[in-house]
């Protein structure tokens, strides 16, 4: 064959090269390992491939089972029919992390909340809606007061009007806390 070979290379003229000397260091391409009946031994590669498969099964709905509430939980909540209480739960933030007696905003939904943890790690959360026509209150640290910034209505750190035109406190939200962290599940927004 190989002289065969080289006569038809010689004939059209091409070089020839004769590789029969060279050593070939490619491994060994092996197929399953045999028994001494000479079958493939296929037992043990089924096992690893079985491992492997539940291995890989258990990871993934380990994997769901951990992602599945923190996509729930960053789900904005929806509005209710009557457009203006906001209801769905949402994981804001673990009590620990916050300052005592210092209001933090979080986003919920379109709207926003404070959470204010109190001495004793008490906690509550109000509506960052003014309960007047619903301008977003902020946090004056200097006068400890929510203050509003469209008519000048002021609240207390625990939301209770002090003075202005609103005609009532700040809307509280409703929360429980989960594992040490609070999950606002409505407010009402004015
Ligand atoms: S909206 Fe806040 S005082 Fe009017």
Redesign the pocket.
């Given at each position: 064959m190989r002289a065969v070979g080289y006569a038809r290379l010689f004939a059209e003229g091409r070089p020839v090269v004769d590789r029969s000397d060279e050593t070939h260091d490619r491994e060994e391409v092996r197929g399953p390992a045999k028994d001494q009946a000479g079958e493939p031994d296929l037992t043990g590669i089924d096992r690893r491939s079985f491992f492997g498969v539940v291995a890989a099964c258990s990871l993934g709905l380990t994997g769901v089972a951990l992602v599945t509430p923190a996509i729930a939980s960053l789900v904005p909540p929806a509005r209710s029919i009557d457009g203006k209480t906001k209801i769905g739960a949402l994981a804001i933030v673990a009590v620990k992390d916050l300052p005592v007696n210092k209001p933090v905003p979080f986003e919920y939904g379109d709207d926003e909340v404070f959470a204010i943890r109190q001495t004793g790690d008490k906690v509550i959360v109000l509506s960052a809606a003014?309960?007047?026509?619903?301008?977003k209150?902020h946090w004056d640290d200097a006068k400890q007061q929510f203050a509003?910034p469209?008519?000048?209505?002021f609240f207390t750190l625990t939301g209770v009007k002090l003075s202005?035109?609103?005609v009532r406190n700040m809307d509280p939200a409703v929360f429980t806390v989960r594992n040490g962290t609070i999950v606002v599940s409505s407010i009402k927004t004015a």
């Open positions: 003014c309960p007047h026509v619903a301008c209150l509003c469209c008519h000048a209505s202005g035109p609103a």
